[in-house]
Every structure is written in C-alpha cells, then in structure tokens.
C-alpha cells in the first residue's frame, strides 16, 4: 500500500511569483486536504477535494486554489505569493468527504520559502 | 466552531519519566479528538483517536489517552518516555461542516527528552 506522497520536498519563490504543489493521494482514496503550516503553529486547513471537486474550504484567500484528478492526486495552487505564504504545506488523504472519524493519512509535505 | 488548547509549547522529560502532554478542547456536539506525532522535516502520523466508546484509548509507540468529558480533555500520556520519542505533538479535534470533514489542530507540544 503506497501512503501520501508529495512533491517537491522543498521549493524557493519569490513575491508575486506563482507556485504548483503536488500530491498523489494513499491508495483508494478518495478525499483529498490540503493543510498550511506555519513555523511554530499547528496545521490550518486550506481546502478539500472529493471527486475532482471542491467541497470546503478554510479561511484562506481565492488566490489559493486547487485541482483533484480522476485518479484521486491533487495540486495545490498559489498565485502572487506573500512573504507570509512560507510554511509547510501537507497534504492528506482519507476515504470518503464525511464522517469526523475518519482518519486523515498525512504526507511528508512540500516546505515552501517566499523570498 | 470547534477548537483545541494545547497547554505548554514545550515539554522536557528524563528518559524512562512519565510524559503528560495536554489538550482541551471546545466542541457544542460530542468531540471526535486525535492526536497526531510530527518528526523533525516529516508529516503528521495519527497516534490514536476518540470517537465514541470506551473513554480510555490506545495508541501506537506506548501512548495512550483518555476522554473526560467533565473537563474537556484529552490528555497524552506514556508511561516512560524514551529519547525516541522527542517530537512535536498534535492534537485535533474533527469538524464536519455540510459536506466535509476538516480537523482543528492545537498549537502543538514540543516534546524533548534527555538522557
């Protein structure tokens, strides 16, 4: 079984640039979230994707905006970058949208600097 | 809205000594809680979850915690550390809005362990 895999490990921007994270969700399933962390805090949620659509999402702008496949992986997108938008950026999968007891498999995530 | 206080940003224990690590939470329906591990420049791994049932829970490595609903918590413990088990801990409580499910982390628990 393949867990929660993303790409890249680690990126460098600059304000006003744009970014593309990537993750390839745990075998079966069918939900994807997506999470910032920044230095020092625990996770906030950003978004949600259940078969290729967004169903929720958290208090974060529209420049951040995302993409689910037909084969369930995922892309987190982020126009004009902030200075603030540095953090690490993970991404989870879980089977089904519903259900708070759902377990919610975590991936290395994707360490993003804005300079 | 849910939410989770996790009291003290940082813990140091001897190795072999009782580690207490503690989460409150806030929550208008019955909480679905978890904690999660994070090691150094990886994701979130699930140690354990309430939902319903049985209010003490075991987890992975050691862990465990149990559900008072009278205090509002959801305290970590291991009954004897080990230099292993020097991480950032999370706990989260699980929010189901219309149509999806997103957790609410805590702040985090810094947990250090010396020899």
């Known amino acids: 079984e393949t867990g929660v895999t993303q790409s890249p490990t680690h990126l460098i921007k600059t304000r006003g640039q744009q970014v593309t994270l990537r993750c390839s969700s745990q075998?079966?399933?069918?939900?994807v979230s997506w999470y910032q962390q920044a230095l020092g805090q625990g996770p906030q949620f950003i978004f949600q994707y259940y078969r290729e659509e967004e169903n929720g999402r958290g208090n974060f702008p529209p420049r951040f905006s995302g993409l689910q496949f037909p084969n369930y992986s995922s892309e987190l997108n982020v126009n004009a970058l902030e200075l603030d938008d540095s953090a690490l950026y993970l991404c989870a999968s879980s089977l089904d949208t519903s259900g708070r007891a759902r377990e919610q498999f975590f991936g290395p995530g994707t360490r993003l600097t804005v300079l | 809205a849910q939410s989770v206080t996790q009291l003290g940003s940082h813990v140091s224990v001897s190795e072999g000594a009782l580690v207490l690590l503690r989460c409150n939470y806030s929550?208008?329906?019955?909480?679905?809680l978890f904690w999660y591990v994070q090691y150094p420049n990886q994701g979130l791994q699930l140690l354990l979850k309430y939902t319903t049932g049985a209010t003490l829970v075991k987890g992975i490595n050691g862990f465990e915690a149990e559900f008072k609903k009278s205090e509002t918590s959801f305290h970590l413990t291991k009954p004897s550390a080990h230099m292993s088990d020097a991480a950032e801990y999370f706990c989260?409580?699980?929010?189901?809005?219309?149509?999806?499910?997103?957790?609410?982390f805590g702040t985090g628990t810094r947990l250090l362990v010396s020899p």
């Open positions: 989260a409580v699980s929010e189901t809005n219309t149509g999806f499910q997103k957790l609410v």
């Open positions: 929550s208008s329906v019955p909480p679905y």
């Open positions: 075998s079966g399933h069918n939900t």
